[in-house]
């Protein structure tokens, strides 16, 4: 499956965003699809996934409460709504995808993943 990110931009604090990530020539229904970020100088972290056909859905505790991660009915689109958006969550976003079957924490891997987008910049002014 391919993947496209988009959404990023220039934001101040306390600001939203909402990043999406287009599947290409096939839909998500049969993969978990997660988020990861990656801040200059830092290694990439987990964000937010949505399992299988959105059943259920996994965050990181730096933007629980803040990130919603959803999708759209045709499976096609994911989505991360960010709200209240802090200088710390400036990073290059990407959109993973994988067809592993795995318990639910097991997803917070970039490891597990084998489908990457190309990354969206948000930056948030302080």
């Known amino acids: 499956v391919q993947l496209q990110a988009s959404g990023g931009g220039l934001v101040q604090t306390g600001g939203s965003l909402r990043l999406s990530c287009a599947a290409s020539?096939?839909?998500?229904?049969?993969?978990?699809i997660g988020w990861f970020r990656q801040a200059p100088g830092k290694e990439r972290e987990f964000v937010a996934a949505?399992?299988?056909?959105?059943?259920?859905?996994l965050y990181a505790d730096s933007v629980k409460g803040r990130f919603t991660i959803s999708r759209d009915n045709a499976m096609t689109t994911v989505y991360l709504q960010m709200n209240s958006l802090k200088p710390e969550d400036t990073a290059v976003y990407y959109c993973?995808?994988?067809?592993?079957?795995?318990?639910?924490?097991?997803?917070?891997?970039?490891?597990?993943?084998?489908?990457w987008g190309q990354g969206t910049l948000v930056t948030v002014s302080s």
């Open positions: 020539g096939r839909t998500f229904s049969s993969y978990v």
């Open positions: 949505l399992t299988w056909g959105g059943g259920s859905t």
């Open positions: 993973a995808a994988t067809s592993r079957v795995l318990r639910t924490p097991y997803y917070s891997g970039a490891y597990y993943y084998d489908y």
